[in-house]
């Protein structure tokens, strides 16, 4: 019977360990941390807590902004000859795989890290090391901080691919990987952390990029002139014919594109709320708008209304729209969309005046794009949209539209000057460009070795 009573005591004392070791279900705190005393006159601050509901659409804005590189792959694929459909395709997927990387390791610590004086952040989140689970609260207050740090890792990959249709059929693949590190490392991360990064300087300032008219457009735009720069133009060009080979791909990119640019701005308000609702409806206000005003300005100007002119006015209005999406209503979308159109198709017509070969329009979209985006969110910000905002020239500020024409131009420089020195120093180590032979073969066999059609 003593042994019997033994056993039952032991068997309890399991149970109960136990009982004391599981984490009550639903619990997100040690249960020792749910109930917590006050001191004498004071209230305690409760911890920041995940709401599903954000994490949801911020994760899904995640994918859709993943789904535009591919996207992108598609729309300037189609627009390059054949021989180089597989070798441009590439230099838009192959980012997912590059920055991806560099993000994890330290772009993600640089961007939005503990600020170094206004300047970068530090690497105190080197590896991810303190990007946990939990939301923190100076960027995500109600996500956790891993789905903030993969949605921007999203605009991180796309924004030097952009970059690609500036000297595209004609870039050493070997070189182009080297140079997606240094740009992302010495362009886009010091960018962010300016523009969006706790500390940085221009957003100190009071300036407003709402989803990366400098960021992403600006600093792409303006890198895609330096490229097409110092590379040099492609060999025929103005001499032969180098039409689109299949404009179908190309308005399925641009219809990808379209889509994603839904998460793009939308899930920049990083909340499932009527922030991320308004963004989402100017978004597809503006690029609607300016696929009508390029088509009408191509019609008038050319005689035709073309598929590639409709894809590329979407773009166009898409590109407008983002630094702005955030503090706009439905009407100055309309309006912002519709000299977009305009504007870009005037922008890209002027390329052959200034002498350079930006082969598939980078910085009459993106360049241009982005700064009447920038310089229109000074006039068109109201803190009725959005009271985080300001509000712009048409609405008693003008001062706003000052600070968005400095920022733009320091983003200007800025992206011009460091890709122009890191280009002339792969230039002068790996070489840019591949070699005449290879070129005229095209870059899907002399770069991949194999071919975008088999026929």
Request: proline share 5%; with cysteine; net charge neutral.
């Amino acid at each position: 019977m003593k042994k019997i009573s033994i056993l039952l005591l032991m068997f309890g004392i399991l149970v109960t360990g136990m009982g004391l070791a599981e984490e009550p279900k639903g619990a997100t705190v040690p249960l020792q941390a749910t109930v917590a005393v006050s001191p004498p006159g004071q209230t305690v601050t409760p911890p920041p807590k995940v709401d599903s509901g954000d994490t949801s659409w911020l994760l899904i804005s995640s994918a859709l902004v993943m789904l535009m590189t591919p996207g992108l792959a598609l729309f300037y694929g189609g627009m390059v000859r054949s021989k180089n459909v597989l070798g441009t395709i590439m230099q838009s997927f192959i980012a997912l795989g590059v920055i991806t990387i560099q993000w994890v390791l330290y772009g993600y610590s640089l961007a939005f890290g503990p600020d170094i004086g206004g300047i970068i952040g530090s690497l105190k989140w080197i590896g991810l090391r303190g990007v946990g689970l939990d939301p923190f609260p100076d960027y995500s207050a109600t996500v956790p901080h891993q789905a903030f740090m993969i949605f921007q890792m999203m605009f991180a990959v796309i924004t030097p691919a952009l970059i690609t249709g500036a000297f595209a059929e004609r870039f050493k693949f070997k070189t182009y990987l080297v140079f997606l590190i240094l740009w992302a490392t010495f362009v886009y991360d010091p960018l962010a952390h300016w523009v969006w990064g706790i500390g940085g300087w221009i957003k100190n300032l009071g300036a407003l990029d709402f989803a990366g008219g400098l960021v992403v457009h600006i600093s792409s735009g303006i890198a895609a002139l330096a490229a097409a720069l110092v590379v040099g133009k492609r060999k025929g060009y103005g001499e032969e014919p180098m039409p689109p080979h299949n404009l179908t791909m190309t308005l399925l990119g641009a219809a990808l594109l379209w889509f994603g640019w839904f998460g793009f701005n939308g899930g920049s308000a990083i909340a499932s709320g009527s922030l991320a609702t308004s963004a989402f409806v100017v978004t597809h206000i503006s690029a609607a708008s300016a696929a009508l005003s390029w088509m009408m300005a191509e019609w008038a100007y050319r005689g035709n209304p073309t598929a590639l002119g409709g894809a590329s006015g979407a773009v166009a209005g898409l590109v407008a729209i983002t630094p702005a999406s955030g503090y706009v209503g439905p009407i100055p979308a309309i309006v912002i969309g519709l000299a977009a159109g305009v504007l870009c198709y005037i922008a890209i017509n002027l390329k052959n005046r200034f002498g350079y070969d930006d082969s598939l329009d980078v910085v009459g979209v993106h360049g241009v794009g982005g700064t009447w985006g920038a310089l229109a969110t000074g006039l068109f910000a109201s803190k009725a949209i959005n009271s985080a905002g300001n509000d712009g020239l048409f609405f008693g500020n003008p001062s706003l539209l000052g600070i968005q024409a400095l920022t733009v131009l320091v983003a200007w420089i800025y992206s011009f000057v460091v890709t122009l020195f890191l280009l002339k120093i792969l230039d002068r180590t790996m070489g840019l460009r591949v070699s005449e032979e290879h070129e005229m073969n095209g870059l899907d066999i002399s770069q991949h070795g194999e071919s975008g059609y088999s026929f």
